[in-house]
C-alpha cells in the first residue's frame, strides 16, 4: 500500500477545515480504505474532539516526533470504523515543536500501512502551514462563500502553487440556498470563477454538522443529512468515482437550472 | 558528502540582517557549507534573519523551500534572497521571499532613469499565470499578465501594464515617471489603479457585470478609462 496524503487548509479560520477533515477520513474510512487523519493544529487541538475520541489520547505527534512514544502508541483506533485512526495534536506545545522534514518523515513511515493520511492544516500561513504542506499529495483548499474567506482562499491557493504541490481542489463548505437564490450569498459560480481551480465538493450548510461536532460524530455518518451526503460524495470523488454534484449542489453551469428544479420540488 | 566541495560564507549585518555571500562552488554545496557554519555557530545565528545573495545560481522552488525548511528548523528564517537570475527571483517571489536587502527601496532605480517615454528599451516582463492574493510583481519595465489579477494581488510597473483577464487587484503604472503609461484589461475592476503619481477614482462596479475590454491612461491629470471598443 502507498497513501496518498491530503492535506486539508484554508488560510482563514473558522470555515470548516477540522469538520472537513474529520467527514472525509471517517467517509474514505467508511468506503473501506485504511485512513489516518493528523491534527496539524499544534497547540489548538480539536479534530479529536469532532471526532469523538478525545477521552483516550495518551500520546501525540509530538511525543512521536521527540522520540517518547512509538508511533503505533499515538495512533488512536476510532470506535466504531475498524480502519480510521487518528494521531492527536500537542495541546501544550506549539507550532515550533515540529518541522516540515519531520511530517515528511512520519508521513513516510505511515505510508507504506495506510491508504489516506489525511492532515488538518492549522489557519494562517507560517510554519504549521507549511508543516501540514510539507508531505502533500494533494490539497484541498476549505472555504466558505464569504468574501474574506474567498481571499484568503486564493493566498492559499498561490502558496500552494509556489510550493509546487498544486493545483489544489476547492471544497465549498457551508452553502445556504436559500441566501444564495435572495442574492444574499456568493454562488458557487462567482466563487470557482475567482479561485479559478476544480470544484471537488460543495457542502450545504446544515445544523447536523454542527450537533455532529459537539458530539464527536461527524455527519458523515448519518444517512439522512444533505451534508453527510455531500461529505459522502466527495470521498467518493477522491477514489475516482465520477459522482454528480447534488441537486442542492449542482455544477455552477447548471446552477441556476438545477437550482430552479430543487426549489419546484421543495415547494 | 562526499562530492561537497566547501565553498566560503561570508557573512555581515545589514540594516536587521544578516546577509550571506558564497564563494565559486554549486548551490549544493554553498548549502551544505552554509548549514555547517550555521550548526557551529548555532547560538550566534539562531533567530537570525538571513538574507542570502545566490549570485548567479539557478533555484527552483524546491531547493529553496528544503533550504528555507532546513534553516527554520536551526531557529533561522530565511528573508530573503539577492540573485542576478531571473529564474531564481522569481522563485524566491512566489515563495513570498524578499528580493532585496531590508529597506531598500524597490522604485528609486527607476526613478534614477528619469524617462518621460516609455521605456523601448527595458525588458517586458511576460507572466503567463493567474496572480492570486498576497503575490506581487514589480518591474522596471512592462508588465503583462495572460491570466487573471485577483483581489489582493499586486503590480508595480515601470512601464505599461497590460492584462489578459479580469483586473481586480491593485496595480500601479509607469511608476513616479511615466504619465505616458497605460493599463489595459480584458475586464477592468481594480480595487487600486495608478498611473505615475495620479490615482484612478475607480467606479464602483457592480459584481459580475461585463463590461469588456478598457483602457487607462491619463488625460488632463485625471486617470480616464475608456473601452477598447466603442
Not at chain 1, 7 to 19: D, L
Not at chain 1, 110 to 139: K, Q, S, Y
Given at each position: 500500500?502507498?497513501?496518498?496524503?491530503?492535506?486539508?487548509?484554508?488560510?482563514?479560520?473558522?470555515?470548516?477545515?477540522?469538520?472537513?477533515?474529520?467527514?472525509?477520513?471517517?467517509?474514505?474510512?467508511?468506503?473501506?480504505?485504511?485512513?489516518?487523519?493528523?491534527?496539524?493544529?499544534?497547540?489548538?487541538?480539536?479534530?479529536?474532539?469532532?471526532?469523538?475520541?478525545?477521552?483516550?489520547?495518551?500520546?501525540?505527534?509530538?511525543?512521536?516526533?521527540?522520540?517518547?512514544?512509538?508511533?503505533?502508541?499515538?495512533?488512536?483506533?476510532?470506535?466504531?470504523?475498524?480502519?480510521?485512526y487518528l494521531i492527536p495534536a500537542a495541546q501544550t506545545r506549539d507550532k515550533t515543536a515540529v518541522?516540515?522534514?519531520?511530517?515528511?518523515?512520519?508521513?513516510?513511515?505511515?505510508?507504506?500501512?495506510?491508504?489516506?493520511?489525511?492532515?488538518?492544516?492549522?489557519?494562517?500561513?507560517?510554519?504549521?502551514?507549511?508543516?501540514?504542506?510539507?508531505?502533500?499529495?494533494?490539497?484541498?483548499?476549505?472555504?466558505?462563500?464569504?468574501?474574506?474567506?474567498?481571499?484568503?482562499?486564493?493566498?492559499?491557493?498561490?502558496?500552494?502553487?509556489?510550493?509546487?504541490?498544486?493545483?489544489?481542489?476547492?471544497?465549498?463548505?457551508?452553502?445556504?440556498?436559500?441566501?444564495?437564490?435572495?442574492?444574499?450569498?456568493?454562488?458557487?459560480?462567482?466563487?470557482?470563477?475567482?479561485?479559478?481551480?476544480?470544484?471537488?465538493?460543495?457542502?450545504?450548510e446544515d445544523e447536523q454538522v454542527l450537533v455532529g461536532s459537539n458530539q464527536g460524530v461527524p455527519v458523515v455518518f448519518d444517512q439522512k443529512s444533505r451534508a453527510g451526503q455531500a461529505f459522502r460524495n466527495v470521498c467518493a470523488r477522491l477514489n475516482g468515482e465520477n459522482v454528480p454534484f447534488m441537486e442542492l449542489e449542482a455544477r455552477p453551469a447548471l446552477f441556476g437550472r438545477l437550482g430552479k428544479l430543487f426549489r419546484g420540488a421543495a415547494n | 558528502m562526499d562530492t561537497m566541495q566547501q565553498v566560503s560564507v561570508e557573512i555581515k549585518g545589514v540594516q536587521n540582517a544578516l546577509l550571506v555571500t558564497f564563494g565559486e562552488g554549486d548551490w549544493l554545496s554553498a548549502e551544505a557549507s552554509l548549514l555547517q557554519r550555521v550548526d557551529a555557530q548555532n547560538a550566534f545565528f539562531k533567530g537570525g534573519r538571513l538574507v542570502v545573495d545566490v549570485a548567479q545560481r539557478k533555484l527552483k522552488a524546491a531547493d529553496m523551500g528544503k533550504f528555507r525548511d532546513l534553516l527554520s528548523e536551526r531557529g533561522v528564517s530565511l528573508w530573503g534572497v539577492l540573485t542576478t537570475s531571473v529564474t531564481t527571483r522569481e522563485t524566491a517571489r512566489r515563495l513570498g521571499l524578499a528580493t532585496q536587502l531590508p529597506g531598500s527601496k524597490p522604485v528609486r532605480r527607476l526613478s534614477e532613469r528619469r524617462s518621460t517615454t516609455p521605456q523601448e528599451q527595458e525588458e517586458a516582463l511576460l507572466i503567463r499565470k493567474t496572480l492570486r492574493s498576497g503575490m506581487k510583481i514589480e518591474h522596471s519595465g512592462h508588465v503583462t499578465v495572460i491570466g487573471d489579477v485577483n483581489p489582493g494581488a499586486e503590480i508595480v510597473a515601470g512601464g505599461d501594464v497590460v492584462v489578459w483577464g479580469r483586473l481586480r487587484g491593485s496595480v500601479s503604472a509607469g511608476v513616479e515617471t511615466n504619465p505616458n503609461a497605460i493599463v489595459c484589461a480584458m475586464e477592468m475592476e481594480p480595487t487600486h489603479l495608478r498611473i505615475a503619481d495620479t490615482i484612478a477614482n475607480v467606479p464602483a462596479r457592480r459584481r459580475g457585470e461585463k463590461r469588456g475590454p478598457e483602457m487607462a491612461s491619463i488625460y488632463k491629470n485625471e486617470v480616464i478609462f475608456r473601452f477598447w471598443k466603442k
Open positions: 500500500m502507498a497513501a496518498k496524503v491530503i492535506t486539508v487548509t484554508s488560510g482563514k479560520g473558522g470555515v470548516g477545515k477540522t469538520t472537513n477533515v474529520a467527514n472525509i477520513a471517517a467517509g474514505l474510512a467508511l468506503g473501506g480504505s485504511k485512513v489516518v487523519c493528523i491534527d496539524g493544529d499544534i497547540g489548538l487541538r480539536n479534530l479529536d474532539v469532532v471526532l469523538g475520541l478525545e477521552n483516550r489520547i495518551v500520546y501525540d505527534l509530538v511525543d512521536v516526533i521527540e522520540g517518547r512514544c512509538r508511533l503505533r502508541q499515538a495512533m488512536i483506533k476510532d470506535k466504531r470504523i475498524a480502519d480510521l518541522s516540515p522534514s519531520d511530517m515528511v518523515r512520519l508521513c513516510d513511515q505511515l505510508r507504506l500501512e495506510f491508504d489516506w493520511i489525511v492532515i488538518d492544516c492549522p489557519a494562517g500561513i507560517e510554519r504549521g502551514f507549511r508543516n501540514a504542506l510539507a508531505p502533500a499529495d494533494m490539497v484541498l483548499v476549505v472555504t466558505n462563500p464569504e468574501i474574506s474567506a474567498v481571499r484568503d482562499a486564493d493566498r492559499i491557493i498561490g502558496l500552494v502553487e509556489a510550493e509546487e504541490k498544486g493545483p489544489a481542489l476547492l471544497i465549498l463548505n457551508r452553502v445556504n440556498m436559500e441566501m444564495v437564490k435572495r442574492g444574499d450569498m456568493l454562488t458557487p459560480d462567482d466563487v470557482v470563477d475567482l479561485l479559478a481551480i476544480e470544484l471537488i465538493g460543495i457542502i450545504p | -
